[in-house]
C-alpha cells in the first residue's frame, strides 16, 4: 500500500473551498479502492474567519488529517510548510478552489511508480473555467512534447501537481511576493528548479485538473500588471545547458 498526502492551501475561498474539500474526497475514495492510503493536509494561511470554520468542520476530515493555520502571505510558502508536515512518501498539491477528476490521485501514483527517475506528474487535460473558459492538454516530456528549451519563454503547466515528497524537500517553492520583490510565478520557477535537479514533467492518462480563472483582481491578474518576471535559478544557469 502506497501512502500518499494531498496539500490544500486556504485563503478566502469560503464555499468554494467547500466543493474543493468534496471533490478531494472521491480522488480518496478512489485512490482506496486501489490500496492507496491518502492524508488531507489543510494549509490555511490568513485564511479569513468563514473559510477557516469551513475547513476545520468539513465532513470529509477524517482524524489522520490535519489543518494547520499560518502567518505566511504566500502561495509557495504555504505549500513548503504542508510539504514539511506531510505523512506520506508521495505529494499532491491543489488549490483550495480547484478540482480534480476522481483518478487523479490513482493515476497520478501509478504514473510514478512506472518511472525509475524522478518525474513531476500532471493531469492530462486542463478545463479552465470562471472568468474564461478553455480545454488543452499539457504536455508530456516523456513523450517528447514540452523540451526544456520552451520553458524560458512559457510556463506549460498548472499548478496541480504529484511527485515524490523528497523531490519537493529538495525543491522547495520560493517565496513570490511580488509587490516587494517584482518577481513572481512561483509555479513556474518550481518547475524550473525541478527541471534543473534532473526531473521530468509527465502528466497521468485520462485525469483532469478544473482550475479556476479568478476576476481581474487575482494574483495572476497582478501579476501581468505589475510586469513580475520569474527568479534567476539554477535553470538559467549556463552548466544547466552544457
Excluded at 31 to 42: D, N, P, S, T, Y
Excluded at 122 to 148: I, M, N, P, V
Excluded at 188 to 201: E, K, Q
Amino acid at each position: 500500500m502506497s501512502r500518499s498526502c494531498v496539500v490544500m492551501t486556504f485563503h478566502r475561498e469560503r464555499t468554494l473551498g467547500q466543493w474543493s474539500l468534496f471533490g478531494f474526497e472521491r480522488m480518496r475514495s478512489h485512490a482506496e479502492l486501489f490500496g492507496h492510503e491518502v492524508q488531507l493536509l489543510a494549509v490555511l494561511d490568513h485564511a479569513d474567519p468563514f473559510t477557516l470554520r469551513m475547513v476545520r468542520e468539513h465532513p470529509v476530515l477524517r482524524p489522520t488529517d490535519r489543518v494547520i493555520e499560518a502567518s505566511l502571505g504566500d502561495p509557495g510558502l504555504a505549500r513548503n510548510l504542508g510539504v514539511s508536515e506531510a505523512d506520506g512518501e508521495l505529494i499532491g498539491i491543489l488549490d483550495g478552489d480547484d478540482y480534480c477528476s476522481a483518478n487523479w490521485i490513482t493515476e497520478a501514483s501509478s504514473a510514478l511508480a512506472a518511472q525509475s527517475g524522478e518525474v513531476v506528474v500532471h493531469t492530462d487535460y486542463l478545463l479552465t473555467f470562471g472568468e474564461s473558459w478553455e480545454f488543452s492538454r499539457q504536455s508530456d516530456q516523456l513523450t517528447g512534447k514540452g523540451g526544456a528549451e520552451t520553458c524560458f519563454k512559457h510556463h506549460l503547466w498548472a499548478s496541480t501537481v504529484f511527485a515524490s515528497r523528497e523531490l519537493f524537500l529538495r525543491c522547495p517553492y520560493r517565496e513570490a511576493n511580488m509587490a516587494r520583490t517584482g518577481f513572481g510565478y512561483e509555479d513556474w520557477d518550481w518547475s524550473l528548479a525541478t527541471l534543473a535537479a534532473g526531473a521530468r514533467h509527465t502528466t497521468a492518462p485520462q485525469t483532469a485538473l478544473f482550475y479556476r480563472r479568478k476576476p481581474a483582481g487575482s494574483r495572476q491578474s497582478a501579476g501581468l500588471r505589475q510586469q513580475v518576471v520569474v527568479r534567476p535559478g539554477p535553470f538559467f544557469a549556463d552548466g544547466f545547458w552544457r
